[in-house]
Nanobody, 124 residues
Framework: QVRLVESGGGSVQAGGSLRLSCAVSGFPSSRYCMGWFRQAPGKEREAVSGIDTNSGSTYLAASVKGRFTISQDSAKKTLYLQMNSLKPEDTAMYYC?????????????????WGQGTQVTVSS
């Protein structure tokens, strides 16, 4: 059974930092795509960052480039999202997602495994 468990969310002031973690277990393949998505109230879920666990290639949304960094610890089977210089507009529920694939996409519908989400709130 595949499980993705996010942690690390919280409340910070603008300019602060948080590091999100996503622990993966039970995945049926050694090659898969992982991504971080966020959804604010009344808005659609959007891709924040993604990684191809085989090639290591990464994706960052334009709105977070230069502030967020995605990384993985293969041994710990954990995905991270380091978020610096946080802005109030980064406030959202953040989700980790995964899918077995030989290529990766940023569309939320591409992913078939999701975590429960972790809330990030940035105050001005």
């Amino acid at each position: 059974q595949v499980r993705l468990v996010e942690s690390g969310g919280g409340s910070v002031q603008a300019g602060g930092s948080l590091r999100l973690s996503c622990a993966v277990s039970g995945f049926p393949s050694s090659r898969y795509c992982m991504g971080w998505f966020r959804q604010a109230p009344g808005k659609e879920r959007e891709a924040v960052s993604g990684i191809d666990t085989n090639s290591g290639s990464t994706y960052l949304a334009a709105s977070v480039k230069g502030r967020f960094t995605i990384s993985q610890d293969s041994a710990k089977k954990t995905l991270y999202l380091q978020m610096n210089s946080l802005k109030p507009e980064d406030t959202a529920m953040y989700y980790c997602a995964a899918r077995t694939a030989s290529y990766c996409r940023t569309d939320p519908s591409f992913f078939n495994y999701w975590g429960q989400g972790t809330q990030v709130t940035v105050s001005s």
